[in-house]
């Protein structure tokens, strides 16, 4: 059995060292390129033309490389979020609460958070999880016991 979650997420590694790499290329010879020798100062001037040109072009291209490295995963969220309402059960769960929520406070000045699902009159489970968890490590539980319960 070959490891495929490993492979993928080394080779999008690289992929993403390509990308910076490629943009960092590009943005130095953009760099290089736009100093000019003006014989007559006998020193080097900053001229970019800007332009329909090779060194816009380049300028262009290694500063989209740059933004797709650092907002990627933000743009790919954006585009598939578009299909909000195709949700499926194997989705991971999100910060919503279905049941009802309460607070307990004990004598030591803590609270614990008490969440409640299906009918009250149902025999009482509980889950709790541990230290810096919350209760989405429950998600798929609670949705497979309420579900069984309504039934």
Known sequence: ???????????FGLL??????GAVYLLYEWYQRV????PNLYQFIFAPNFGFNTLTA?????????ILTCFGGLLLRLIMSGKKGNRSKLDPPRMTRGGSVQRLKRPDG????V???GPTDGPPIVLTHGWG???????????????????
């Open 35 to 38: 100093w000019i020798y003006d």
């Open 115 to 117: 969440e409640s699902y």
């Open 133 to 151: 968890m919350n209760s989405t490590e429950w998600h798929y539980l609670k949705d497979e016991l309420t579900a069984r319960v309504l039934r």
């Open 16 to 21: 993403s060292f390509g990308i910076i790499g």
């Open 110 to 113: 803590s609270e614990l958070q």
């Open 58 to 66: 380049m300028l262009v291209a290694g500063l989209v490389l740059v």
């Open 1 to 11: 059995m070959v490891p495929t979650l490993i492979i993928s997420t080394w080779l």
